[in-house]
């Protein structure tokens, strides 16, 4: 992580840590940074979702780069996925998100995709962070005749549920799904997507008012979700978040689908027709140990990286892998799409269950999910750095991996994306991992208070 920019862009409280100044920086220092060695200035599309900040934070951000002479396409509120279709659609030269994911409304975030509609380069997030924190370079403003344009794109939304009906090899006529719009981005699109596919769909939580988006629903908050499509008879339930980037299941009998199960539903099938290149799939170190024993069964690869789905996207590109994800619901599919896409991603599944006949509980098999418990200790900025450098915290974490052994596997780390430290172990005794890892978070805390 760099000093502005975590593992998914920019983030932090709105009109505090996240500011109308500061993304007005950022937008001058991006625009700066997108023209360098250009003859002209960027057109850059700039999307948000459902939050009550998010208007202002684009309005400043467009500030910005209109201040320097980018040009600016407003989306509206879209998922993320859709600026870093659209970029290369309406051939701009690159594409900001304002969204926090799936984090509570208070917060807010700034994504970056380049003109190919992939994630900012770290050198570029580097240059944008020096010029935003140490004014070097400053950027010029521009003079009066050349301040930049803002346009409205009125298809986004069409133009996005357009190129995602077309990765879909059948329609959905006759199942019936649940769909769970965590009151942000997917509460624009999902209904006409799936509707238009042919699928009946219960749509839920997309109605959003600024301030509840991710609150008690969504890919974060399944319980709902599973009552829902039980009581209803549903063939399944699908749950995105705030930029609608994640997607989690419920099947037909209400047991939750993550990321690492969704991933090995379409592995299988991938590797049934022929489909998987490299016949290798990309995970992370948080991937369910589950996943590795089902592509050990199948005679599947399995590349585990760092967490944080750019991580993920940068090891398929280096090696042309194709199907790679994260246990918390982001997927992606490379033929489709150059970023994780939960709508994308629900597609894909139901297609697929379309194709076969068979019900996402049957396709779930695939794979057995071993014991998982995480828990996320509150932390500051001090605490994240004292977590790598204190050695009673090495201590702590070895002795924890002492006393799990052979059996299972503890990972401690700082999340990239808001200011926790998650504790995950897992193993075939779920009622001695979730003792390790609460004693262990519960050291843990101690140890990393004595920095405040």
Same mark, same amino acid.
């Given at each position: 992580m760099g000093r502005l920019f975590g593992t998914d862009g920019v983030r932090g409280i709105a009109n505090t840590e996240l500011t109308c100044e500061r993304a007005t920086q950022i937008g001058r220092a991006a625009a700066e940074v997108l023209s360098s060695g250009r003859r002209y200035l960027p057109t850059v599309l700039v999307g948000m979702d459902t939050r009550i900040s998010s208007e202002m934070l684009a309005a400043a951000l467009t500030a910005g780069l209109c201040s320097v002479g980018a040009d600016v396409i407003n989306l509206g509120v879209?998922?993320?996925?859709?600026?870093?279709?659209?970029?290369? =659609?309406?051939?701009?030269?690159?594409?900001?998100?304002?969204?926090?994911?799936?984090?509570?409304?208070?917060?807010?975030?700034?994504?970056?995709?380049?003109?190919?509609?992939?994630?900012?380069?770290?050198?570029?997030?580097?240059? #944008?962070?020096?010029?935003?924190?140490?004014? =070097?370079?400053?950027?010029?403003?521009?003079?009066?005749?050349? #301040?930049?344009?803002?346009?409205?794109?009125?298809?986004?939304?069409?133009?996005? #549920?357009?190129?995602?009906?077309?990765?879909?090899?059948?329609s959905l006529d006759g199942m019936k799904i649940a769909l769970d719009c965590a009151n942000g981005s997917a509460s624009r699109t999902a209904k006409l997507l799936f509707e238009g596919l042919g699928a009946e769909c219960h749509i839920l939580n997309a109605e959003p008012n600024g301030t509840n988006i991710n609150a008690d629903c969504g890919s974060t908050h399944l319980e709902k979700l599973r009552e829902y499509t039980v009581a209803h008879s549903l063939d399944a339930g699908i749950a995105f978040d705030g930029d609608a980037d994640r997607c989690l299941c419920v099947d037909d009998k209400g047991i939750d689908v993550d990321g690492d199960m969704i991933m090995a539903i379409a592995a299988y099938d991938m590797k049934q027709r022929g489909k998987l290149n490299r016949n290798t799939v990309v995970g992370t170190i948080m991937t369910n140990f589950g996943f590795t024993k089902f592509c050990s069964d199948n005679d599947i690869r399995f590349v585990a990286t760092k967490v944080g789905d750019r991580y993920v996207l940068e090891e398929m590109l280096l090696e042309d892998y194709y199907l790679g994800g994260e246990q918390s619901g982001h997927v992606i599919f490379r033929d489709f799409s150059t970023t994780g896409d939960g709508q994308l991603t629900a597609v894909q599944l139901l297609s697929q269950l379309k194709r076969t006949g068979a019900k996402l509980s049957d396709a779930a098999c695939v794979m057995t999910r071993y014991p998982q418990f995480i828990?996320?200790?509150?932390?500051?900025?001090?605490?994240?750095?004292?977590?790598?450098?204190?050695?009673?915290? =090495?201590?702590?974490l070895e002795a924890a991996k002492r006393e799990i052994g052979d059996s299972g596997r503890l990972i401690a780390r700082p999340s990239g994306t808001e200011p926790l430290i998650r504790v995950m172990a897992e193993g075939d005794d779920s009622e001695a991992i979730e003792r390790i890892a609460s004693e262990t978070a519960a050291k843990l805390k101690a140890q990393l208070e004595s920095y405040n």
């Open positions: 879209v998922p993320t996925p859709a600026v870093a279709y659209l970029v290369g =659609k309406y051939k701009a030269h690159a594409g900001v998100m304002i969204s926090a994911s799936h984090n509570p409304y208070q917060y807010n975030g700034i994504k970056i995709f380049n003109e190919d509609g992939y994630k900012l380069e770290d050198e570029l997030e580097e240059r #944008i962070e020096s010029i935003v924190l140490d004014q =070097k370079p400053e950027p010029k403003l521009a003079i009066p005749e050349n #301040i930049g344009r803002v346009s409205r794109a009125a298809n986004a939304v069409k133009d996005y #549920i357009d190129h995602l009906k077309s990765t879909a090899l059948y828990v996320n200790i509150p932390c500051t900025a001090e605490e994240k750095v004292a977590f790598y450098t204190d050695y009673e915290v =090495k201590s702590i």
